[in-house]
Each structure stands twice: as structure tokens, then as C-alpha cells.
């Protein structure tokens, strides 16, 4: 199993532009997670999915923030417009629906708005 | 879900055992003791979990004491690797998905 697959790995983009930082979760894994990590803040769960719909946003800090989850396999959040504020490294993270275990995370999208 | 408290930082010779502490005092009877790490720039890795029963894996013990108020995460034979910060988080399950809110943890540093 490849893992949850993030990308890109890193992300440049001035000020204004459109960023979006896609996730591929583990097959079979019904949950999907979106995690922001800065100094200041630690991390922060933005919103996560069950099978494939939004079940808690409350944590995405503004309107300029969406996230999709189009199918089991794949999800993006997007950015727009991006500011220097949203440098951040951001995690996507899976895992089963059923059972308490815990998830998997990526290796992680370094974002830098410039 | 239930608040912890950790110590910001931690040293362990390498080859000893890394006992680190958590207090959660108000945990509720359903919430269960989680336990992950992230190693510098990368993302948090799950080590353990537990509800009432110590637990051991492949990679560390869970000692949680019979109140449950405080656990402990016991890695025996610590390596360099092991550097990391280790969070200790406590959730109640849910078949919805589990939640995971973590605080600051334990900056761990193994010592040569």
C-alpha cells in the first residue's frame, strides 16, 4: 500500500493566485481528513469527510477555503484567493470509518504564499 | 473530549526507556487514549491506543492507570528515531469518524 499520497510536496504562489493541494487516501478507507500545521497554531483540523461527504467544517478558517471530495479516491483543498497568512504545511489523513484506530497521515503539502 | 496535559519536553539516553506522561483527568468512560508522533517534517505517525487495558504493539507500550485519569507511553528501548514530538490525545469513537484535536505535546529527545 502506497499510503496516503499528497501533492504536490511543496507549493509557491504569489499573493491573489488560486492554490489547490490534492489527496489521494488509502483504498478502502471510508474517512478523509484535512489538517493545517503552522508554528504559531500547532495543528488544526480544517474538515473532514465520511464516504465522501463533508461531515465537520467548522474548522476552515474562511470563505476563501473549500474542500471536495468528488470520489472515494480523491480530494482537493483549494485556496482563493491565497494570502501570506495561509503558509502553512497542509496534511491530508485517512482512515477506516468503522473501528477505533487511528489514521494515516500524508507526507504533507509545504505551502508558501509570497 | 477530555483536555491533556503534557510536558512541553522531555530528554532519554539512547537505549533506555522513554516513559511519557499525560494527564486527562476529566476522561469520560467512552473516550479512548491516543497516542501519535511526528518526527520533524513529517506527517504525525499513530503509535497506540487504549481504552481501559494497558496496551503493547510492535512499536510501545500504554500503561493507563486504573482511574484513567493519566497514562503513560512507554518506548523500551529508545533510539535516536525516536526523536520526535509525541502527542497524547483523548476521543470519544464515533462511526462517523474519529476526530482528532492535537494540543503541543511532548518534544522527545533521545541522547547519545
Known amino acids: 500500500d502506497a499510503g496516503v499520497i499528497q501533492s504536490p510536496r511543496h507549493e509557491v504562489t504569489e499573493m491573489g493566485q488560486e492554490v489547490t493541494l490534492r489527496c489521494k487516501p488509502i483504498s478502502g478507507h471510508n474517512s478523509l481528513f484535512w489538517y493545517r500545521q503552522t508554528m504559531m497554531r500547532g495543528l488544526e483540523l480544517l474538515i473532514y469527510?465520511?464516504?465522501?461527504?463533508?461531515?465537520?467544517d467548522s474548522g476552515m478558517p474562511e470563505d476563501r477555503f473549500s474542500a471536495k471530495m468528488p470520489n472515494a479516491s480523491f480530494s482537493t483543498l483549494k485556496i482563493q484567493p491565497s494570502e501570506p497568512r495561509d503558509s502553512a504545511v497542509y496534511f491530508c489523513?485517512?482512515?477506516?470509518?468503522?473501528?477505533?484506530?487511528?489514521?494515516?497521515f500524508g507526507s504533507g503539502t509545504r505551502l508558501t504564499v509570497v | 473530549d477530555a483536555k491533556t496535559t503534557q510536558p512541553p519536553s522531555m530528554d532519554c539516553a539512547e537505549g533506555r526507556a522513554a516513559n511519557l506522561p499525560c494527564n486527562h483527568s476529566t476522561i469520560s468512560g467512552n473516550e479512548y487514549v491516543y497516542w501519535y508522533r511526528q518526527i520533524h517534517s513529517q506527517g504525525p505517525q499513530y503509535i497506540i491506543h487504549?481504552?481501559?487495558n494497558n496496551e503493547t504493539n510492535e512499536m510501545a507500550s500504554l500503561i493507563i492507570t486504573e482511574d484513567r485519569k493519566s497514562s503513560t507511553l512507554i518506548l523500551p528501548h529508545a533510539t535516536l528515531r525516536d526523536t520526535a514530538v509525541y502527542y497524547c490525545?483523548?476521543?470519544?469513537?464515533?462511526?462517523?469518524?474519529?476526530?482528532?484535536?492535537f494540543g503541543t505535546g511532548t518534544s522527545l529527545t533521545v541522547i547519545p
Open positions: 490525545i483523548v476521543r470519544v469513537y464515533s462511526n462517523t469518524g474519529n476526530q482528532f484535536y
Open positions: 489523513a485517512s482512515s477506516p470509518a468503522q473501528g477505533a484506530g487511528g489514521y494515516t
Open positions: 469527510f465520511n464516504n465522501n461527504v463533508p461531515i465537520d
Open positions: 487504549g481504552l481501559k
